[in-house]
């Protein structure tokens, strides 16, 4: 089976589409702005449309729904960084979207991976961080009592977000080792994606602008063609730091295969007739 996001074939609106982007960037606009002229072109989503240029398509044979971070600490009311990130969840609907990628996942035969992040008593002898990094620790977001130990863990803010157990505990999702800092270099995700010959990506999750764009950038590296599903991830807005989902979207335009909706998304799971 094999299941590709639509593609216009038609050369005369390849060619539309092409002239309006060179045209937009011989004119001195961003590259967003540029994405948005190739939209008036086009009768789909600008980015979208470049990923069809690359040939993306998503099979469950070779592509898989990669969550960063479902946890409570990020995504729920009682979580440490809910007062940074709860207007940006609102605006995405993100937990939302995560959910209905989720069951699209599982109805349509997707495998799901999930990246986690904890933190155990001895990272407190880490002698240098950095500013997120130390409000991690100071504050003891993802905090568990230890590697082998589970005391406290249920419903605490390193525990899945509760309406997310069911797709992650059902048996079939993978959950890999925790990231330690923000990518996936320090976890097993790449050598799970790659037993299960996985080649591409749907990517989501929380922060946008962190853990997300961490593994982007690595899974790239190692040869993976990703998706980022920009409204099914969120991040905060700090008031000194500024909003981090805005740095995100820029990155992902510059880095991603595609950057899409979850509507895009999940029509994009679908089998063919």
Not at 6 to 23: K, M, W
């Amino acid at each position: 089976m094999n299941i590709k996001l639509p593609h216009d074939s038609s050369r005369r609106r390849f060619c539309q589409a092409s002239s309006a982007l060179g045209l937009a960037l011989a004119s001195g606009t961003g590259l967003l702005e540029a994405a948005a002229a190739t939209s008036d072109a086009s009768s789909k989503n600008a980015v979208a449309d470049l990923g069809e240029r690359f040939g993306l398509a998503f099979d469950p044979s070779d592509t898989a729904v990669v969550y960063t971070d479902p946890q409570n600490e990020v995504l729920s009311e009682k979580g440490i960084a809910w007062p940074l990130v709860r207007e940006s969840l609102k605006e995405n609907n993100t937990i939302e979207n995560m959910e209905r990628i989720f069951k699209a996942a599982k109805a349509h035969g997707f495998e799901v991976f999930i990246s986690p992040h904890y933190f155990y008593p001895t990272d407190k002898g880490w002698k240098f961080n950095g500013p997120l990094e130390t409000e991690e620790v100071t504050s003891g977001m993802f905090a568990r009592k230890g590697r082998l130990n589970l005391d406290g863990f249920e419903g605490s803010g390193a525990d899945w977000l509760e309406r997310f157990k069911p797709y992650i505990q059902d048996g079939k999702t993978i959950v890999v080792s925790p990231h330690r800092v923000w990518g996936p270099e320090t976890n097993d995700l790449v050598l799970q994606l790659r037993k299960r010959r996985i080649t591409k990506i749907i990517l989501g999750g929380m922060l946008a602008n962190m853990c997300v764009e961490s593994h982007l950038r690595e899974l790239l590296e190692q040869g993976f063609v990703v998706a980022i599903a920009k409204d099914a991830t969120a991040a905060p807005k700090h008031p000194e730091w500024g909003y981090g989902y805005e740095a995100a979207l820029i990155n992902y335009a510059y880095l991603a295969h595609a950057v899409l909706t979850t509507d895009e998304v999940v029509n994009a799971m679908q089998p063919k007739p």
